[in-house]
């Protein structure tokens, strides 16, 4: 496979980390500079990618562990064969909010699924493709309950499936995200509880000492 072009930037972390308000903060920085970018998600990102997230995030639907991790694979095969790799073969940025570290952190940890098996799979959805620099924020389990409280009042307390499940399979992610921090490459671990203009600051500057590079 030709050698990427263009910049892969991904935000990982548990839910209600505040990665949705760096991913925008840096786009508005981005559209700034007049840097070509797109941003997308996962799961997601593309028409077909979408219409997986809509069964894996509907609380209707009971799905099997198994099924779950085949599922957010499919969804990253499409995702990255129609936006994310052509986007890096013209030299685009690609911001993503999460990639395949999710997957190893609530289908491997949170799931117990093997995660050599995850990891394989991961690497095949992927298209062998990782991400140049991933921002991973992490948070202790309290500041979650803080968090949830005062979202849980701005929503009406409604959740997806994956936010729905039990406060045990929660703390199983947020550990994970922990263990990763320190275990993968190209990781730029983010304390989530820190200022919102201190991490937005830190991340610009990553961002272009990577552009830079290039």
Same mark, same amino acid.
């Given at each position: 496979?030709?050698?990427?072009?263009?910049? $892969? !930037? !991904?935000?990982?972390?548990?839910? &209600? @980390? *505040? =990665?949705?308000?760096?991913?925008?903060?840096?786009?508005?920085?981005?559209? @700034? &500079?007049?840097?070509?970018?797109?941003?997308?998600?996962?799961?997601? *990102?593309?028409?077909?990618?979408?219409?997986?997230?809509? +069964?894996?995030?509907?609380?209707?639907?009971?799905?099997?562990?198994?099924?779950?991790?085949?599922?957010?694979?499919?969804?990253? /095969?499409?995702?990255?064969?129609?936006?994310?790799?052509? #986007?890096?073969?013209? *030299?685009?940025? !690609?911001?993503?909010?999460? $990639?395949?570290?999710?997957?190893? /952190?609530?289908?491997?940890?949170?799931?117990?699924?093997?995660? #050599?098996?995850? &990891? &394989?799979?991961?690497? +095949? /959805?992927?298209?062998?493709?990782?991400?140049?620099?991933?921002?991973?924020?992490?948070?202790?389990?309290?500041?979650?309950?803080?968090?949830?409280?005062?979202?849980? *009042? !701005?929503?009406?307390? =409604?959740?997806?499936?994956?936010? @729905?499940?039990?406060?045990?399979?929660?703390?199983?992610?947020?550990?994970?995200?922990?263990?990763?921090? =320190?275990?993968?490459?190209?990781?730029?671990?983010?304390?989530?509880?820190?200022? +919102?203009?201190?991490? @937005? #600051?830190?991340?610009?500057?990553?961002?272009?000492? =990577?552009?830079? +590079?290039?």
């Amino acid at each position: 496979m030709a050698k990427n072009k263009g910049l $892969f !930037v !991904v935000f990982e972390g548990p839910d &209600r @980390s *505040g =990665k949705t308000t760096q991913i925008n903060l840096l786009a508005s920085y981005l559209k @700034s &500079r007049k840097i070509k970018f797109i941003l997308t998600r996962e799961p997601g *990102g593309c028409r077909l990618s979408e219409q997986i997230r809509d +069964i894996l995030l509907n609380p209707a639907n009971k799905i099997s562990p198994m099924s779950e991790l085949l599922l957010y694979e499919a969804a990253r /095969a499409q995702h990255t064969a129609e936006k994310i790799l052509p #986007a890096l073969r013209k *030299g685009e940025i !690609v911001v993503s909010d999460r $990639f395949f570290l999710a997957t190893l /952190a609530y289908q491997g940890y949170g799931r117990q699924i093997d995660l #050599a098996l995850v &990891r &394989r799979l991961n690497s +095949i /959805a992927a298209l062998n493709i990782k991400p140049d620099i991933t921002f991973l924020f992490t948070m202790p389990d309290s500041e979650f309950k803080k968090r949830e409280r005062i979202i849980s *009042g !701005v929503n009406g307390g =409604k959740t997806d499936r994956i936010e @729905s499940e039990r406060e045990s399979f929660r703390k199983k992610v947020n550990l994970a995200y922990k263990k990763l921090a =320190k275990s993968e490459k190209n990781i730029i671990e983010i304390d989530a509880t820190g200022k +919102i203009e201190d991490i @937005s #600051a830190l991340i610009k500057k990553h961002i272009e000492r =990577k552009l830079e +590079i290039r």
